[in-house]
C-alpha cells in the first residue's frame, strides 16, 4: 500500500508541474544567463539556420492570424524542429555564446511543444506564441535578424486589452492575435548582423 501512495504522489506531482506556464525570467535572472554579443560575429552557417526558423515563425504567425490551428501546429512543430537542429556548437562560437543560444533556443523549443500537445484552442496557442515571441526576441537581439524580421510589434488589443507583442518585418501587418491589422505598432528594433 506504501508503494502505490508513494506512487500516486509523484504522479499527482508530475500532472501538477506540466500544467504549469513558465514565466519568462527578468534579465539576468532565471534560466537565460545574460551573455554579451556585441562584438561577436555570428557564423554564417548558423545565420542560415536561423532563416528556416524565422520562416517557420512567419507560417505560425501568418496562420494565427488566419485562425489556423492545424497550420499552426504544423509550423510550430517545423519551427521546433529547426531550432533543435541549431549547429550552435560546429558554427565556431565559443561555448559560452553558443550555450547561451543553447538555453534560449531550447526554452522557444519548450513553448512550441506546449502550444501542440495543449488543448488550449486557438486562444492557448497564441498565449504560446506570444511567450515564444517574446524569448525569439532575446534570441534575435543576440544574433542579430533574420529573413527581414526587425520590429517587435505590440497590439494593445490582444488578449482582451492586456496586450502582446510579435516579431515581423515592415509590412507585418497581418495579426496573430486575432486584433486588427492597424493595431501593429513597432515598438523596437532588432539590431543588423553583426
Not at 549547429?87 to 565556431?92: A, D, F, N, Q
Given at each position: 500500500m506504501g508503494s502505490k501512495l508513494w506512487s500516486g504522489g509523484w504522479m499527482i506531482l508530475l500532472a501538477a508541474a506540466a500544467c504549469t506556464q513558465p514565466v519568462k525570467a527578468p534579465a539576468g535572472e532565471g534560466e537565460n544567463p545574460v551573455v554579451e554579443f556585441r562584438g561577436i560575429t555570428v557564423p554564417a552557417v548558423l545565420k542560415d539556420s536561423l532563416r528556416g526558423v524565422m520562416d517557420g515563425y512567419k507560417v505560425l504567425s501568418d496562420a494565427l492570424a488566419k485562425e489556423d490551428t492545424?497550420?499552426?501546429d504544423a509550423a510550430a512543430r517545423l519551427m521546433r524542429q529547426r531550432?533543435?537542429?541549431?549547429?550552435?556548437?560546429?558554427?565556431?562560437?565559443?561555448s559560452a555564446h553558443a550555450g547561451a543560444l543553447e538555453l534560449n533556443a531550447g526554452s522557444i523549443?519548450?513553448?512550441l511543444t506546449a502550444?501542440?500537445?495543449e488543448d488550449g484552442g486557438l486562444e492557448g496557442r497564441r498565449q504560446s506564441f506570444w511567450m515564444a515571441s517574446e524569448l525569439l526576441y532575446d534570441l534575435l537581439?543576440?544574433?542579430g535578424p533574420?529573413?527581414?524580421?526587425?520590429?517587435?510589434?505590440?497590439c494593445g488589443e490582444a488578449f482582451g486589452g492586456k496586450g502582446a507583442f510579435w516579431l515581423g518585418d515592415s509590412a507585418a501587418l497581418a495579426n496573430p492575435y486575432g486584433g486588427k491589422a492597424d493595431c501593429a505598432e513597432p515598438r523596437d528594433t532588432i539590431g543588423q548582423w553583426r
Open positions: 492545424l497550420l499552426a531550432l533543435d537542429s541549431l549547429p550552435l556548437y560546429r558554427s565556431g562560437l565559443d523549443s519548450a513553448e502550444m501542440v500537445l537581439q543576440q544574433t533574420v529573413n527581414g524580421v526587425k520590429y517587435h510589434y505590440w
